[in-house]
């Protein structure tokens, strides 16, 4: 039974094989090609929209500043709504009484601000050098 399939399959490999070979196309197949999506109408690009505008950023800035501001000089200890939290809970655990030991040298503190300073000049200054490169 094994001879009669392997017969069928060499029958129809001979078969496939004496068959002529596929069209080639035209000579000017590219051209034509090339032609036909240039005729094609150009879609209207989609522009960049930043989910967050630069309003809104200037907003969250100010509510940020604003509200650490008003932290700051009215947190003197007395304050009736920073005596309701209750966060004796968050200063008694074992990582506190791990980490109290610790010590940040101020060389430490000047590398940390100077990195954060660099970063933020540094990212506006990238993000316009891409946008830049990226334009169409």
Same mark, same amino acid.
């Given at each position: 039974m094994d001879k009669h399939t392997e017969q069928h399959l060499d029958k129809l490999a001979e078969k496939v094989l004496k068959t002529?070979? @596929?069209e080639s196309p035209?000579?000017?197949f590219t051209t034509n090609i090339m032609n036909s999506i240039n005729a094609l109408p150009l879609s209207k690009s989609i522009n960049y929209k930043p989910l967050i505008s630069k309003y809104g950023w200037l907003a969250i800035i100010i509510v940020l500043i604003s509200l650490s501001t008003y932290i700051m000089l009215n947190s003197t200890g007395d304050s009736t709504w @920073?005596?309701?939290l209750d966060l004796s809970s968050l200063s008694n655990t074992k990582f506190t009484e791990v980490v109290s030991g610790f010590t940040i040298s101020k060389t430490l503190i000047y590398a940390i601000g @100077? @990195?954060?300073i660099m970063l933020f000049i540094q990212i506006p200054i990238l993000k316009q050098y891409h946008n830049k490169q990226?334009?169409?």
């Open positions: 002529p070979n @596929l035209s000579v000017d @920073l005596k309701r @100077l @990195l954060g990226f334009k169409v």
